[in-house]
């Protein structure tokens, strides 16, 4: 069964930090181009950052340049997206997906981590 499973999200200060995982099941992550996207209420979805395996390159948008990082765990076929120096407008559900180098269009999603930035 292809799984994608997110984990680590929760309530967070101002400034404060988290680091989200997507663990993956049923198929290779490294195989697939990864993306983290987020949406928050009554906005549309946003891709924050995207890994890909074949030219290693990470690509992240202004928004969260500097103060987000992805990396990944090849042997526990998992990965992360660490959110350092969180900002009010950081809240929403965060998601990881995974589609073919081949494809545009994501093929795997996982289920969403609610982030809130609060204090």
Sequence with gaps: QVQLVESGGGLVQPGGSLNLSCAASGFILDAYVIGWFRQAPGKEREQVSRFSSSDG???????????????????????????????????????????????TEYDYWGQGTQVTVSS
């Design 57 to 103: 390159t990470t690509h992240y948008a202004d928004s969260v340049k500097g103060r987000f990082t992805f990396s990944r765990d090849v042997a526990k076929n998992t990965v992360y997206l660490q959110m350092d120096s969180l900002k009010a407008e950081d809240t929403a559900i965060y998601y990881c997906a995974a589609r073919s180098p081949y494809k």
